[in-house]
């Protein structure tokens, strides 16, 4: 099977890594640098991610970091449990860890407090009308509106970005979701999780880009790369034509796609007019990543992993995490190592003032939390980076389904389908493989 691989971010790499080790030659476009989104910098004791900064420990993950022998460099927080705070009345107030503290969270209403245990045990408060609702209306009837918006629109911005107002509810919460539609409790859902509880959070001592690092050099002889990127996919009846903008062109009998978004659509048009044009729709918000250091004198909230803050705020504002209180590799010992989160959908698609922001930030810093000194280490602005899977983003994933059904050998892994995840895209790149090596195709002659 001759398959081309569209993307060298982590979804790109981790796919090749599955083909080859099913004897599979793949061959690679990336005109960027490996692993997309994945970037670590490593300077005067500090790991800087300016993309991902915590993973979460899934099978795929775990198997993998196993396989390319990196078991070894993973770190677990050194604090547990550690805990997650919301902005919440001018301060930070922690997300219940369990129902002692929820009983006593100012997050909940007395009302709300009282009503949940009926609200988890009966069948149909959570109601799921079709096609879809946004998360604010699917939980308000268990929740109470407040607490939704106190709650879980601080979460989710700390994940996507995105308002509880306009993100799907069946989207973000695809098991709660379709227990529902079956008339099941919250209760008896709950019941029916795999046990094991919360899968816990990791680091990787010497930073996250040396998964992609390994997985290039476990690629070397065994799959080839190009690095231009991918201008148009046609399909004949041997195959898909990959062409770039420089005149490369590859003829292929499968093709893993794990751009997203008017990327994909600018070269899926000729193969799927629809899809191209479903995927201009999609949103996606930006992200700037702010690294600071701090003495280790200034007193941070204890134990504590961040905080994370509701619409509204200034620079748009969305969450600080105290990375080096929970995972001491990232900073030296006199340090502590704190990142930043702007942006997110509230902010549009203007690149943020990074000089400005330097002047901004430490004041903003010490009016909410008190931190006198701050030290600017590291910017990145990221344009676009998550896709804001939004009331009716079910149309979108039914349009990329069509296109796969009508188009064999042609995979769509980006992170506009599945979860943005780093463990996400690592499973969504095992699937992709096996969906494709499980699909008959014609042979291409190869040119
Ligand atoms: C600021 C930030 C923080 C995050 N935090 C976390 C976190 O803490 N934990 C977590 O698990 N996840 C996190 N994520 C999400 C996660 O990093 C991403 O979802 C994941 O890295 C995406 O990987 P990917 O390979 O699917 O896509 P990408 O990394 O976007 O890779 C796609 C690749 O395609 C290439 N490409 C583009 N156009 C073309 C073309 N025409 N032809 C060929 N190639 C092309 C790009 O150069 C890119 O390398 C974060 C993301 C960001 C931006």
Redesign the pocket.
């Known amino acids: 099977m001759k398959t081309a691989i ?8 981790a796919a090749a890594y599955h083909l080859v080790k099913r004897g599979v030659r793949p061959v690679i ?10 970037r670590s910098v490593l300077r005067d004791g500090f790991t800087l ?8 420990e899934r099978p795929d993950i775990v198997s993998l970091l196993g396989d390319l022998g990196l078991q070894h460099r993973v770190r677990y927080p050194s604090v547990e449990p550690y805990g997650q705070y919301v902005w919440f009345r001018g301060r930070p107030t922690k997300v219940p860890a369990g129902l002692g503290e929820l009983v006593r969270s100012p997050l909940f209403s007395a009302r709300t407090k009282l009503a949940l245990p009926m609200r988890i045990l009966l069948p149909g408060t959570l109601a799921t009308p079709s096609p879809d609702l946004s998360v604010l209306d699917f939980f308000s009837p268990l929740l109470g509106r407040a607490t939704v918006q106190a709650l879980l629109d601080p979460v989710l911005k700390g994940i996507y970005g995105g308002d509880v107002g306009r993100l799907s509810a069946r989207m973000i919460f695809p098991g709660l979701w379709g227990a529902c539609s079956k008339g099941d409790s919250i209760m008896s859902y709950l019941r029916k999780r795999p046990k094991g509880g919360k899968p816990r959070i990791f680091g990787i001592e010497g930073g996250i880009q040396s998964i992609a690092a390994a997985l290039v050099e476990f690629l070397q002889g065994k799959a080839d790369f190009v690095r ?4 148009s996919i046609t399909q004949s009846a041997g195959g898909f034509e990959i062409r770039c903008k420089d005149g490369h062109r590859l003829l292929s009998d499968s093709c893993v796609v ?3 978004g008017a ?1 994909t659509a ?2 899926v048009g000729h193969v799927s007019p629809t899809l191209a044009q479903r995927l201009t729709q999609v949103e996606f918000a930006g ?1 700037t ?1 702010v690294h600071c250091a701090l003495d280790r004198t200034e007193s941070l909230i204890p134990g504590a992993f961040g905080v994370l803050f509701p619409g509204g705020m200034p620079d748009n504002f969305l969450g600080i995490m105290f990375n080096s209180v929970i995972f001491p590799h990232v900073a030296p010992a006199d340090k502590h190592l704190v990142t930043l ?1 702007l942006g997110g959908a509230q902010a549009g698609s203007a690149a943020p003032d990074l000089g400005r922001l330097r002047e901004a930030l430490p004041r903003l810093l010490h009016s909410l939390l008190g931190i006198k000194k701050v030290e600017w280490l590291d910017a990145y602005a ?1 344009r676009g ?2 896709p804001q899977l939004q009331v009716g983003y079910s149309e979108i994933v039914g349009a990329l389904d069509a296109a796969e059904s009508s188009s064999p050998g042609l995979v769509f ?3 506009d389908r599945g979860g ?6 690592l499973r969504i790149a095992r699937e992709s493989v096996e969906k494709l090596v499980s699909t008959d195709l014609p042979r291409v002659a190869l040119a």
């Open positions: 569209i993307g060298g971010g982590i979804t790109g790499l476009f990336e005109p960027g640098p490996f692993g997309g989104m994945i991610e300016q993309g991902p900064n915590v993973l979460v231009q990127p991918v201008e794990t751009t997203a990327t600018s070269f992200l990543v989160v990221w980076a998550i892994a980006g992170v943005v995840g780093v463990s996400d895209r």
